[in-house]
């Protein structure tokens, strides 16, 4: 698995934005795939998670509604639609991928492989 983010960029709040986590390596579509954010200052946090079959999802609360966590029809990328953005949206975001037989559910120290991150900056 080697995960690539991009996608991000500087917006002005209630735009919206769409992340790619590509797969370089095309193993991930047997992992649940997840996004995470980090912002200055602040613990990483989880935003999205879905499963290697793309049948189940969870959203953080912060995020539920306005964010949409989808994988491609070959499995091996995954998008994190971002909707409505506001200020508090601004952080480096981050994909991870998690073997299958993992909750999806699990803990951020339960990810086994991590991308580089893309910069989201929101302005009010």
């Known amino acids: 698995v080697q995960l690539q983010a991009s996608g991000g960029g500087s917006v002005q709040a209630g735009d919206s934005l769409r992340l790619s986590c590509a797969d370089a390596?095309?193993?991930?579509?047997?992992?649940?795939m997840a996004w995470f954010r980090q912002a200055p200052g602040k613990e990483r946090e989880k935003v999205a998670v879905?499963?290697?079959?793309?049948?189940?999802?969870l959203y953080g609360d912060s995020v539920e509604g306005r964010f949409t966590i989808s994988r491609g029809n070959a499995k091996n990328t995954v998008y994190l639609q971002l909707n409505s953005l506001k200020p508090e949206d601004t952080a480096v975001y981050y994909c991870?991928?998690?073997?299958?037989?993992?909750?999806?559910?699990?803990?951020?120290?339960?990810?086994?492989?991590w991308g580089q991150g893309t910069q989201v900056t929101v302005s009010s």
């Open positions: 879905i499963s290697s079959t793309g049948g189940r999802t």
């Open positions: 390596g095309r193993t991930s579509s047997t992992y649940n």
């Open positions: 991870a991928a998690a073997r299958s037989w993992k909750s999806i559910r699990v803990v951020m120290a339960e990810y086994d492989y």
